[in-house]
């Protein structure tokens, strides 16, 4: 895929931003062909050198840049020459799912296997031992804890799972308990 086609691609576009943020974005949003100073980058978009260098760092911390370092003979300064190396994103994104999911996996046995209770005033939630600690009373507003059914909360993880686990060709009927 080429870079035109995955910068306008909404998912990535999500996904750099939610990398390199706003500031970052114009760095992210324009990879030139080729090798590139931050200096001329900061120029060439109008930004601060900081922003770009620090929206290089993160491209560079998830395998979407890359740099090469030359020493000026006669100064000894060091220029770093960046690399966009875009084609990792996809790869990146997979990864990214896979952690949802897992995360998404883990939260979802929490919410099976514990009891909540609820303070509707203050919109509190507790572990039913937390519960018992306080005599089922709230310790902020000192109303009843009302006992609270989260079987649409679990329900609603068990579809986005399903729908990662589509997404990332995962067999969902594999009973991991047998």
Same mark, same amino acid.
């Given at each position: 895929?080429a870079?035109? *086609?995955?910068?306008?691609?909404? $998912?990535i ?11 970052? &974005?114009? $760095?992210?949003?324009?990879?030139? *062909?080729?090798e590139? @100073?931050? +200096? ?7 930004? #601060?050198? /900081? ?7 993160? !491209?560079?911390? /998830?395998?979407?840049?890359s740099?090469?370092?030359? %020493? ?6 060091? @220029?770093? !020459? ?8 996809p790869? /990146?994104?997979? +990864? ?8 998404? #996996?883990? %939260?979802q046995?929490? +919410? %099976? ?17 937390e519960? &018992?600690d306080f005599?089922?009373?709230?310790? =902020? ?6 006992? &609270? *059914?989260n079987d649409?909360? $679990?329900?609603? &993880? ?6 990662? =686990?589509? =997404?990332? /060709?995962?067999?969902?009927?594999? *009973? $991991?308990?047998?």
């Open positions: 895929m870079f035109e *086609d995955l910068l306008e691609d909404p $998912v576009q999500k996904y750099l931003h939610e990398l390199v943020g706003p500031k970052g &974005m114009p $760095v992210a949003a324009a990879p030139p *062909d080729g590139v @100073t931050d +200096e001329e980058l900061a120029e060439e978009l109008d930004l #601060e050198l /900081n922003d770009v260098r620090r929206a290089l760092f993160i !491209l560079y911390e /998830n395998d979407l840049a740099y090469r370092r030359l %020493r000026d003979e006669d100064s000894g300064w060091l @220029t770093y !020459l960046w690399t966009f190396e875009y084609d990792n994103i790869e /990146n994104l997979e +990864e990214e799912m896979y952690r949802l999911h897992d995360a998404l #996996e883990q %939260r046995e929490y +919410e %099976r296997n514990h009891e909540f209770y609820l303070c509707e005033i203050c919109s509190i939630r507790f572990e039913f031992g519960a &018992m005599g089922f009373e709230c310790p =902020e507003c000192g109303s009843p804890l009302e006992s &609270m *059914d649409r909360l $679990v329900t609603s &993880m068990e579809d986005r799972l399903a729908a990662l =686990e589509s =997404e990332l /060709n995962l067999d969902a009927d594999v *009973d $991991v308990d047998a």
